[in-house]
């Protein structure tokens, strides 16, 4: 009993605190929550690179103050969580796929990938466009 009491004595004061602040809040969309349920919730907020909160629009938004970045999703998606840009689907195609290919491209055979490291989007086009420049005629 007295632990009730002493609830409800702080109850006041709890409901006075403001949600926990975010820096971002994405609303209004369809956020895809990597959960046993796969859950699509309609908003999240992120405070210092973290998800803060997920789930109703108007409750997510109860996390936003005016220093908030706000930023309505109009229905779109978000998928939160570490996206890995390596993609081996050249291999991929060339292993799992080669009769198909070659049916469609026969010189599939001939056909080889080159890695490139980079550091920024440009320096891969540049990368690219030196490879072909020095690519013999016909085989880039």
Known sequence: ???VLGFLALAPLLAACPALAADLVLYNGKVLVADPAFTV?????VRDGRVLAVGRTAD??????????RLDLRGKSVVP?????????FEYALVDQRDELERLEPRAG???????QA????????????????????RW
């Open 81 to 89: 969580g570490l996206i890995d840009t390596h993609a081996t689907l």
């Open 41 to 45: 919730a309609e908003a999240i907020a």
């Open 110 to 116: 001939q056909m080889r990938q080159v890695r490139i």
């Open 60 to 69: 997510v938004l109860r996390h936003a103050t005016a220093g908030t970045r």
């Open 119 to 138: 550091g920024s989007v440009q320096e891969v086009l540049d990368r690219v466009a030196a490879g072909a420049r020095q690519a013999p005629a016909g």
């Open 1 to 3: 009993m007295t632990r």
